[in-house]
């Protein structure tokens, strides 16, 4: 195995700097495509099943492309890079069209397409940072994505705030009309996509296989096209055969999790119209400012996590940090205030900094350097399989049982929230001798 240096803070910082432009394109996905859906003539009730794309694409592009790039090298290009950049020029061009939509099935194909780009660059990338770091710096590193996940999906949402507030004040909601205000959002998404990609892509190198691993991907590239097609679907069924104890615990957190943030997106605009009283373009611009707080706190905090997951374990912070999201899904639909209800997003952006940089850190302990890709794409089946029965059972549970109410909506997956709260903490860490510190170079450049 090749001795990996340690880098500098600097050097992790720009490592993940194009998860700011993949994570920007999240935020548009969170905040502005269902109320497009809405604007162009969607039913709250049809708003699962129109979001079917994302965990479709998710199960399917991210462990493919993790296996597939276990495989590749290009002494030009490297391992997980050429995967970024297609995975951007496709988000890019299709951020680009959204708001362009004129019907409602074409809005809904441009989200698939969309999500196969996100997926395509967003996957390699959590390979990349594992690839990349010495077990020591791993914690830094996932919180350091989990920071620019924050940054990403606060800019995201700004823009939109910004924007209504500049452009829409005035303007009268038309069926079947996007209005132009939210344009503006896309259009700087598609730029920061690429520009931000292509900035880690040409600021860090990747690091060399080792001769093994390069006779392996050399081997691969000799077999025949049936065979080397097949191959990844081969070996992610074997990664999930002997895919370790912990990883199978952390999927059962997973499943209630992510159900309930998919509930969150989905229904914090209908929310805002039920309880504020407002129309679809300042229920969306309200639900930008949710966002756009917790993203906020998630910027504050995702690095001041490290030492506190280092001090009291990453299991508890973990936990402590989902039963404080349950709080405040349990406490937004009774605050009628739209700017009392920005608190609670507080312990949401606390949440959000743990989800999106605990697991990754425990998981990338534990598997193989050699299927970290296979691995970590396994890792995000976990995140979409959630997502996609969400997609399938929200709608009727919506209509029939919770009473098309999105006030039920937002308490049933608080209740999903702190379920996953318990199961978190029947996970088991694996100590390692980097537990009681982490660490970063101080000076020096890059490789």
């Known amino acids: 195995m090749i ?16 998860f700011l432009g993949i994570q920007y394109s999240f935020g548009l996905q969170q905040t502005a495509i269902n109320p497009i859906f809405l604007y162009l003539g969607a039913l709250g009730d049809m708003l699962p099943i129109l979001n079917l794309g994302r965990p479709v694409t998710g199960l399917l592009i991210q462990p493919l492309i993790g296996a597939i790039s276990d495989k590749t090298w290009s002494p030009r290009w490297g391992r997980r890079k050429p995967y970024f950049l297609i995975g951007a020029l496709m988000g890019s061009l299709c951020l680009f069209v959204f708001p362009h939509s004129p019907v409602l099935w074409l809005a809904v194909g441009l989200l698939w397409i969309l999500d196969v780009g996100n997926n395509m660059a967003m996957e390699p990338y959590r390979a990349f940072v594992g690839d990349k770091l010495p077990e020591k710096q791993l914690s830094l590193g996932y919180q350091m994505q989990s920071l620019f996940v924050g940054a990403g999906i606060l800019l995201a949402n700004g823009s939109i705030v910004l924007f209504q507030y500049l452009f829409g004040g005035e303007s009268v909601e038309q069926a079947g009309t996007i209005p132009q205000w939210l ?81 969150y997106w989905q229904f914090t605009t209908p929310l805002f119209k039920q309880t504020l009283g407002f129309t679809t373009s300042e229920a969306v611009s309200q639900a930008a400012k949710m966002s756009l707080t917790y993203n906020i706190v998630t910027m504050l905090v995702a690095l001041a996590l490290v030492p506190l997951t280092l001090h009291f374990g990453k299991k508890k912070v973990y936990a402590l940090s989902l039963i404080g999201t349950a709080f405040a899904l349990f406490s937004i639909p009774y605050i009628t205030n739209p700017t009392l209800v920005l608190v609670p997003m507080v312990l949401f952006g606390i949440g959000w900094a743990a989800i999106m940089g605990i697991p990754y850190t425990m998981v ?27 997609t399938l059972t929200f709608g009727p549970i919506y209509k029939y049982l919770l009473g098309d109410n999105a ?41």
């Not at 001795?3 to 194009?18: A, E, H, R």
């Not at 999903?416 to 199961?423: G, K, R």
Request: a positive charge; aromatic letters at 16%; proline letters at 5%.
């Open 407 to 447: 006030v039920n909506a937002m308490l049933f997956a608080g209740v999903f929230f702190a379920i996953s709260a318990l199961l978190a903490m029947r996970l088991k860490e694996t100590k390692s001798i980097y537990d009681t510190k982490y660490t970063f170079v101080t000076t020096g450049g890059g490789h």
């Open 3 to 18: 001795k990996k240096p340690s880098l500098t803070f600097w050097q992790i910082f720009n490592m993940n700097v194009g």
């Open 364 to 390: 990338s302990k534990i598997v193989p350097q050699e299927r970290r890709g296979v691995y970590m794409g396994i890792l995000n089946m976990m995140i979409v399989i959630p997502m996609f029965i969400q």
């Open 183 to 263: 344009y503006y959002s896309f259009f700087i998404g598609a730029f920061l996509y690429l520009t931000t990609i292509l900035w880690s892509v040409l600021k860090i190198p990747e690091i060399p296989p080792s001769n093994q691993e390069l006779a392996e991907i050399n081997k691969n590239k000799l077999l025949p096209i049936g065979k080397k097609t097949a191959k990844p679907f081969y070996e992610i069924v074997e990664a999930i055969k002997d895919m370790p104890k912990f990883m199978r615990k952390i999927g059962a957190v997973y499943l209630f999790q992510w159900y309930a943030l998919f509930i």
